[in-house]
């Protein structure tokens, strides 16, 4: 009887999944350490180093072609939170995963509020859970809010919940901006911010949170997937290809 090798079985699977639309590279081929031909300069590699198993701008490229209408912001939260391992169960951690295969990745972010352009900065007021005002200021008023709802922008928003983006100002300089800011952070400008805001005189230009999915897989429009088989060569033969990898 005729032994059947690694080898035979990792290239019959890829020659059958080929045959399906997925791409094939040779793991070196996108490895850190992968030099041009005839050169000494790097080719330019999708993993940073050899234990890296995502690749994330790939994911991410994937996402944006699947999801086109969720903006990138959110798109980026999706991408942490695929990366993110949040249990040291790895059983626990794969259900979590397969329910983002299902049910696709909640990501929520801020709309119609201004888009962001050269020479403009906005100082802004966000209300949070416990009833505190943060005061901040930025050059992406959108963004901004969309880092401080996913916890990443200050410890302040990310210990009390944003609940609503309350009041934002335009200015043409970021020491206009920095200024303001610090004229409402003091106990005159809080209670100036307060007052407005309860007597609806705030600026808040319509903007509200919207909530969404973020799907992994288009199965309406196939070609949007990117489906990859990668092979890493062997520690001890670096010809010979192991099992292949899907990513």
């Keep these: 009887m005729t032994k059947t090798t690694e080898s035979a079985l990792e290239q019959t699977a890829m020659a059958w999944l080929s045959s399906f639309g997925w791409t094939t590279v040779y793991g070196p081929d996108i490895s850190p350490d992968q030099t041009l031909p005839g050169s000494t300069q790097q080719a330019q590699c999708e993993r ?53 295969v299902t049910d696709g990745v909640d990501v929520s972010y801020m709309q119609d509020l201004p888009a962001p352009r050269p020479g403009l900065f906005f100082t802004y007021a966000i209300l949070c859970d416990d009833e505190s005002i943060y005061i901040g200021q930025t050059d992406d008023l959108k963004r901004r809010y969309d880092e401080h709802v996913h ?9 009390h919940k944003p609940v609503e983006l309350i009041h934002y100002e335009e200015f043409s300089t970021r020491d206009a901006a920095v200024l303001r800011e610090k004229e409402l952070k003091t ?3 809080r209670k100036w911010l307060k ?21 992994l897989f288009d199965l309406k429009e196939l070609e949007n997937n990117d489906c990859l088989l990668y092979t890493s060569p ?7 290809s192991r099992m292949p990898s899907s990513a």
């Design 48 to 100: 940073e180093d050899h234990k890296q198993v995502v690749l994330a701008k790939r994911l991410h490229n994937a996402l944006e072609r699947i999801n086109p209408t969720i903006p990138d912001n959110a798109i980026d939260e999706a991408v942490r939170k695929l990366l993110r391992t949040e249990s040291p169960s790895l059983i626990e951690n794969n259900r979590r995963f397969h329910r983002y």
């Design 151 to 159: 916890g990443i922008a200050a410890q302040h928003t990310k210990k």
């Design 187 to 189: 106990g005159f400008g």
């Design 195 to 215: 007052r407005e805001y309860k007597a609806g005189r705030t600026r808040q230009a319509g903007g509200r949170e919207i909530h969404d999915k973020v799907w």
């Design 234 to 240: 062997s520690p001890r033969d670096r010809t010979r």
